[in-house]
């Protein structure tokens, strides 16, 4: 918090009391209270604004880092902005209370806030990824250890950035007195274009080309060099020699754990990606949309293919769960086919299997998963170069979107093989409001299949979509492949059977089916509430 100060008389001395006609400077190295600077007082304000802005943009940078990662390790970006958002500002709060401890030496303070704030904000994305990526399988009390390093870094950039602003109006005041109205109006005016800077030069300029390690790491050292400078060349005089050498060790080394940390970064994301998916990382890439990492695919070695760190494919058991989820939709007209999500061409082979499909529309959001769903030779190779076929046409763009645009009744079946709900941008994909517009580009009599991601793990989730599919006006037929949910949906009762004139598929029966939705009927949770657009359900 910013104690108010009234404007100091001329000739008056600094806020210090007069004790026995002495004044108390507070530390300050110049008379009554005012700093002495090598440079004029406008240009020493204008620099010590200047480096507000820096350290305000650096700041914000830290907090998005945090969330960004979170996301991507933890999923569900709600939850992950809260935590980081909520604590980050309380801590704020906390650490502009206690920095008033430091006012008496607020270049000090202010140099070494800025040194230790620099070191964790640029090293936080690392250690994240670090404690997620070799100690995320350790269970047991270390089960939530990502989350609980989350809040601590959340806490202590917190405490380290709240301290800022009072130690900041502080020296601001040395330089030349005024009112605090004033002073506030600037400093914050500063503060605040500077956090615009920062947000916007993190998703547009750091994330894209730098990525999120190596983004935080430079922001680090941008943050302790404009810290540093201003404290070491402006303030000076405030300083005495032992201070001076001490906050000189201090960004040195400072400087030197960020600079060593960038050189060794590729390696670090190399080992730490072999920790998570294993030794047999083929291919690794940052898509405008998600982390895409394909192992194995070679030597007779199951293919796999990762999103986001969470397992889309598994060489092992893609065929079993592709046919449970396209082949019972298939059953009936099946002239023309939409299928949501599905950039990896996998349900578009099922659906082209089956002899009188004429058209297939391909709705992905991620165009780079497109991409290397057709240039992978091991991934083109599994899906058949389904994606090249001539009946397929593929559109890279948001589901959701591309749906409010769609003719009615233009299609027999539609295939939803989109991110599982709970990952909070998809989770509009699994609303009441999206299989309304499912709903309406059916074609009298169509079927939809919804992917819903584990049913052991994530019971409530699997009957909230059935339960929204419901309240969007269809019939459902819950069932499942190995642990993964599936519901068939249409206008009247769906009939839960192949297609005796269809393919034969190789892991797929009648009979499992039937077995397929007695096993998941046990698991059903009555009157579960449906998801909404205003009103989301599904829990991370």
Same mark, same amino acid.
């Given at each position: ?104 030496? @607020?270049? *000090?303070?202010?140099? +070494?806030?800025?040194? $230790?704030? #620099? !070191? =964790? /904000? %640029?090293?936080?994305?690392?250690? &994240? ?53 004033? @002073?506030? *109006?600037?400093?914050? +005016?500063?503060?605040? $274009?500077? #956090? !615009? =800077? /920062? %947000?916007?030069?993190?998703?547009? &300029? ?65 080992? #730490? ?268």
């Amino acid at each position: 918090m910013i104690e108010p100060q009234a404007p100091a008389p001329p000739g008056s001395a600094h806020p210090g009391e007069r004790l026995g006609g002495t004044v108390r400077s507070g530390g300050c190295g110049g008379p009554g209270g005012v700093a002495r600077l090598p440079v004029r007082q406008a240009t020493g304000r204008f620099l010590v604004l200047a480096g507000v802005f820096v350290c305000a943009a650096c700041g914000l940078v830290y907090e998005l880092e945090l969330v960004a990662l979170a996301t991507y390790l933890m999923g569900d970006s709600v939850t992950q902005a809260s935590v980081v958002l909520s604590v980050m500002v309380f801590a704020m709060g906390i650490g502009s209370l206690a920095a008033k401890r430091l006012r008496r030496h @607020a270049a *000090a303070g202010f140099g +070494a806030v800025e040194a $230790v704030l #620099a !070191l =964790v /904000g %640029g090293c936080s994305a690392m250690a &994240l990824y670090a404690v997620f990526a070799w100690t995320g399988d350790w269970g047991g009390l270390w089960a939530d250890g990502p989350r609980v390093l989350l809040v601590a870094f959340s806490l202590a950039t917190g405490l380290l950035i709240g301290a800022e602003v009072p130690l900041l109006m502080e020296l601001i005041q040395r330089i030349r007195r005024q009112d605090a109205v004033g @002073a506030v *109006a600037d400093l914050f +005016a500063a503060d605040y $274009v500077g #956090a !615009l =800077v /920062g %947000g916007l030069a993190f998703p547009f &300029l750091l994330l894209p080309f730098l990525g999120q390690l190596t983004g935080a790491l430079i922001t680090g050292a941008v943050n302790a060099v404009v810290g540093g400078a201003l404290v070491l060349g402006l303030f000076r005089q405030d300083l005495t020699r032992r201070a001076r050498r001490l906050l000189v060790v201090a960004n040195v080394c400072v400087l030197a754990v960020l600079a060593s940390a960038t050189v060794l970064v590729d390696d670090f994301e190399r080992a #730490a990606r072999h920790a998570l998916y294993g030794s047999d990382v083929r291919v690794a890439l940052r898509t405008e949309v998600q982390e895409v990492v394909l192992t194995g695919g070679r030597d007779g070695r199951p293919l796999s293919l990762f999103l986001d760190g969470r397992l889309r494919i598994s060489g092992h058991d893609e065929l079993r769960h592709h046919e449970a989820l396209v082949h019972p939709a298939m059953t009936g007209q099946h002239t023309r086919v939409l299928v949501l999500g599905g950039g990896d061409g996998l349900a578009a082979r099922e659906v082209l299997r089956h002899p009188g499909v004429h058209r297939v529309d391909l709705v992905e959001l991620d165009a780079g998963l497109v991409r290397l769903a057709r240039d992978d030779a091991a991934l083109s190779a599994l899906n058949r170069h389904a994606l090249d076929d001539p009946r397929v046409t593929v559109t890279t763009v948001d589901p959701f979107d591309w749906l409010r645009g769609a003719p009615a009744a233009a299609y027999d079946v539609v295939v939803s093989h989109l991110p599982r709900p709970g990952i909070t941008r998809s989770t509009k994909l699994y609303s009441e409001e999206f299989y309304g517009l499912v709903r309406r580009v059916l074609a009298p009599g169509g079927r939809l299949v919804v992917h819903t991601g584990p049913v052991g793990a994530r019971p409530r989730t699997f009957w909230t979509v059935e339960s929204t599919l419901r309240a969007a006006g269809f019939r459902t037929a819950p069932y499942r492949a190995g642990d993964r949910g599936l519901i068939l949906a249409s206008r009247t009762a769906p009939l839960l059977r192949l297609d005796p004139s269809g393919p034969h598929p190789r892991t797929l029966t009648d009979a499992s089916l039937a077995s397929a939705a007695r096993a998941v009927s046990s698991t059903r949770i009555p009157g579960l509430p449906p998801s909404s657009l205003v009103h989301p359900r599904y829990a991370r």
